[in-house]
């Protein structure tokens, strides 16, 4: 059994920083695309930055500049280092990852249960 559990959330002034991270545990063979996710009340949920493997990344628009992605395979963790936030940033943020567990089978999608980041004005 797979677990994706994130940490770091709270609240945050505008114009500060937090620095998210996301573990991965259990039957792990294999971790490929990684990513960060967020919704808030009344969104829909949107890709915040992803990374692959081999560490290339992307970025939703209204964080680019101010977020960053970034992993530690042997330790099977992504983070996001989130700056100068906004309070339109405010939103529960959800890791995601594509894990092999089994030999014969493909990659799989798994999600954490979220952290709330609180921006106030």
């Known amino acids: 059994q797979v677990q994706l559990v994130e940490s770091g959330g709270g609240l945050v002034q505008a114009g500060g920083s937090l620095r998210l991270s996301c573990a991965a545990s259990g039957n792990i063979r294999r971790i490929d695309d990684m990513g960060w996710y967020r919704q808030a009340p009344g969104n829909q949920r949107e890709l915040v930055a992803g990374i692959t493997s081999g560490g290339s990344t992307n970025y939703g628009d209204s964080v680019k500049g101010r977020f960053a992605i970034s992993r530690d395979n042997a330790k099977n963790t992504v983070y996001l280092q989130m700056n100068s936030l906004k309070p339109e940033d405010t939103a529960v943020y959800y890791c995601?990852?594509?894990?092999?567990?089994?030999?014969?089978?493909?990659?799989?999608?798994?999600w954490g249960k979220g952290t709330l980041v609180t921006v106030s004005s």
């Open positions: 995601n990852a594509n894990i092999k567990v089994l030999v014969l089978r493909p990659p799989q999608t798994y």
